[in-house]
């Protein structure tokens, strides 16, 4: 449980913008393209009582990828990011880590020799570090990384490092009677602690990937202590999943930059009535990041191929956004 | 997902009445017993502002059981009788039930012999029946069967056998501030269709057992293409687990009515500031069911014994409750 000590922590977190449904212009950072008409015509049309394609609010569900959709997921994603710092942090406890890959090849610099073990590497990486601990006690490491952790390349804290035009897209359509929700392949427990002050997304309705937890009572304390075992991998065909888990209601809007985001965006734009996908192309190499069908991380290929025939919005980084994080960009 | 056009189905449901946190009697089918006071005592003093025990509305969580808490569950929990309907209504294209355990009794009548098998035979029943269709399709069934279905005992629509008390307690907590969530050993997908109509609970709202599911497109729709395996069991110490899943906050309140609930009532009360445990202790035999430590089904023994040392009420149906169910009671 998120204890409110704990959350003010997070000094250096970005705030997100109030947008009332009225403003005369609620998404300020966007140039006047064709992606921010197709998001005002969406909204402005399942809100409008009596038209035809009106939602009423109990059905205004959009979700929102979070790597690479609401905050950046360059040079590597954030949280494996905090994974190598906690293996760092932990190496005391766990001497065997000296010698056993991928933690040996991490402790000596090399990122790129741990990391090419690929998936069961990384999933060793986080299973490992991201247990053994109650969901508490993570919920204050988590803020405690948050509030000192830098990002190695703009050397801004983390929670700097989101995109204030999708800032000011959640705050409108919550103003407009969305409710959003993020669904995310990142760590459900590693989003939860700071979603709510950074994008305005309480921790209930937050859907990631999560390990086994198993409930105990220690020195009369009830607590859920973190196992090393994958309990739900919340990305691709999996999003639908913890989507319906979640929710139980099909989301008539989603966001996403990647093809971990593709069944995502079907699942909720091929329905009855009126939907809307958006894909964030990143297409900013001096502001943000330029990649796409050949990024390990983030990769686009089929969603973007798919985008056209699906009636997806895709939005150009470069053009359709004014400015990109809350400091500017990695370069101006 | 949930259709507008199927929600019509259900004509016989009860109605959750409206209470105002300012009603004179927010309880009115409560007697004025101790069990009501406790109650009327703990929402005022987490709801007061300036008082030391004052919770921020974000953190009014409260979460109910359902079966023996919320609705009946005798003569055997109502997905169990919704199960068995089932495979009536499947054997046709099941012809290999008819000399198949547990089906084969179930399809000569006897519900005693076919439930013999256990928790084995009862998971198979349930497994089978309720996979190899949509998410969408499910729903339907479930409401079909609601529409029609009677209760062995009474003869009631199974919407009917809901305590009108706890119907009234969870529109008072709500028009508190709280948040009402359903945390059941039942099926998830089972309670979903049906909870928001009934109890005023939402879908996102309801907290249960799961089989996996398994996104994939058919004829063009995506859907969620329910498998005959076990994703979750939300009983006892998975109760914790499943609230920790779904809503990422420690609830301040709990209700239950078994040992299955066990775990849930420490998870919620024993934690900082003001905290309520309520188990409903079936004492009526009358005008509903009475069973405690010797019934298989809502068995109540570790949680009663350790009721009074944890701080927590137990209502007694007989005593504390004016009425039962809408219509009244078994006999009156």
Redesign the interface.
Known sequence: ??KLSAVSLLATSAVAPVALADDPDPLPSWNETASKKAILDFVGSVTKEGSADFVPE?ERIAVFDNDGTLWAEQPMYFQLLFAIDRVKALVPLHPEWQTEEPFASLLKGDVKGALSGGEPAIMKLVMETHSGMS?DDFDKIVLDWLATAKHPVTNRPFTEMVYTPMLELLAYMRASGFRTYIVSGGG??FM?PWADKVYGV???Q?VGS?GE???M?RD???I?MRLPEI?FIDDG?????GI???????PIAAFGNSDGDF?ML??AT??EGRRFGLIVHHTDDVREWAYDRNSSIGRLEKALDLANESGWTVVDMKNDWKTIFPFGGKQD
Chains 1, 2 share one sequence.
């Open positions: 449980m998120l109990e969901a459900i427990d939860r309480p921790p209930e937050v999560s937890t198993k409930f009572v009369g304390v009830p859920l309990n065909p999996g999003k639908p999943v319906h888990q979640h929710i139980g209601r099909r069944e079907e699942y091929r329905g």
